[in-house]
């Protein structure tokens, strides 16, 4: 069974920098595809950025040059490195893993930019 564990978040200044770090389980961790979601309160949860199995990214308009994602296959593990966050960075955070047969999400964690 896959599991998928998040780890990171918390409370920072706007301005400010988080990493968050994803290690997934049960799952040949180098051919799956990983991705950060966020959901607002009130809203949609949506895709924030995506890492491939060939190390493309992809990142939603509005953390491009702000975030970064990165994977470590070694340690099973995917980050994301938030930097210059706003107030409209605030959400829970989830991490997805995609592989050829299945999909799993992690437990959500809580970001909260204020000051």
């Known amino acids: 069974q896959v599991e998928v564990v998040q780890s990171g978040g918390g409370l920072v200044q706007p301005g400010g920098s988080l990493r968050l770090s994803c290690a997934a389980s049960?799952?040949?961790?180098?051919?799956?595809?990983m991705a950060w979601y966020r959901q607002a309160p009130g809203k949609e949860r949506d895709l924030v950025a995506r890492?491939?199995?060939?190390?493309?990214?992809y990142y939603a308009d509005s953390v491009k040059g702000r975030f970064t994602i990165s994977r470590d296959n070694a340690r099973n593990t995917v980050y994301l490195q938030m930097n210059s966050l706003k107030p409209e960075d605030t959400a829970v955070y989830y991490c997805?893993?995609?592989?050829?047969?299945?999909?799993?999400w992690g437990q959500g964690t809580q970001v909260t930019v204020s000051s």
């Open positions: 997805y893993a995609v592989g050829l047969s299945f999909q799993a």
């Open positions: 049960g799952t040949i961790f180098s051919a799956n595809t």
């Open positions: 890492i491939t199995v060939g190390d493309s990214t």
